[in-house]
């Protein structure tokens, strides 16, 4: 089993539609979660932090589900702007190491 | 403009020769990352430095060989590559190892090897 999984998409929404991802790690020890955004041929940016209490930043709200691990990214109001691909970051606890680790990524597209 | 620059941002080798990725961060970070990055894979995390000491190496070749002389540069230097390390190497820092997880990128050199 993959250590971080995503649903690769690609996910086709009209503009102002809500659309969610999931992600899904297997260290159930992961300490901090994290999601990006990537756009065409760019580097990645982080998008938001992921809080246990689970977390708002406008449009996009995160989730943290420590039982099933997994975590989630909702966004509301889709822009054309939102089109990218976003990836989850898990870090897990590891004794003697700093990992950090990269989803593959889920395709985001926005239509007008 | 994301504090944290990469040259060349193109470059093509064959497999006998020798160059070198250069990586600058701005921001006063002292961790700092390189990873690879090939196309419809996750990033690859390569090597961790922690003020200026490497303390990550993730199963990387020995081709790829990096150098972090002070805390705001870090260098990836490369010999007798093979096609299979054409990727988009990037490079990566932040504040610290506790805060591993809040990472800014630079914009990635794209490797070719002939």
């Known amino acids: 089993r993959k250590e971080v999984e995503q649903d690769p998409g690609p996910f086709n929404v009209p503009e102002g539609a809500t659309v969610a991802f999931n992600c899904t790690y297997s260290?159930?020890?992961?300490?901090?979660f994290f999601w990006y955004r990537q756009d065409c041929r760019k580097e990645p940016k982080l998008l938001m932090s992921v809080y246990s209490s689970g977390n708002e930043d406008g449009r996009f709200t995160a989730q943290l589900n420590r039982a099933s691990q997994y975590i989630s990214l909702l966004i509301r109001d889709s822009k054309l702007s939102d089109s990218a691909t976003y990836l989850c970051?898990?870090?897990?606890?590891?004794?003697?190491?700093?990992?950090?680790?990269f989803g593959a990524g889920t395709r985001l597209f926005v239509k007008a | 403009e994301t504090g944290v620059t990469q040259t060349p941002r193109h470059l093509v080798m064959g497999m006998t020769n020798k160059k070198s990725l250069k990586c600058e961060q701005h921001?006063?970070?002292?961790?700092m990352y390189w990873y690879k990055q090939s196309a419809k894979k996750p990033l690859e995390l390569m090597f961790v430095?922690?003020?200026?000491?490497?303390?990550e190496n993730n199963s990387v070749p020995s081709r790829f060989s990096p150098e972090c002389p002070n805390s705001s540069h870090l260098f990836l230097h490369l010999h007798t590559l093979q096609p299979e390390d054409s990727a988009l190497y990037l490079c990566?820092?932040?504040?610290?190892?506790?805060?591993?997880?809040?990472?800014?990128f630079g914009p990635g050199t794209r490797l070719t090897v002939t």
């Open positions: 970051v898990v870090n897990p606890i590891n004794t003697g190491g700093f990992k950090t680790i």
């Open positions: 990566a820092s932040s504040q610290g190892l506790l805060t591993r997880g809040e990472q800014y």
């Open positions: 260290n159930s020890a992961s300490q901090s």
């Open positions: 430095y922690s003020l200026e000491e490497r303390v």
């Open positions: 921001l006063g970070h002292n961790a």
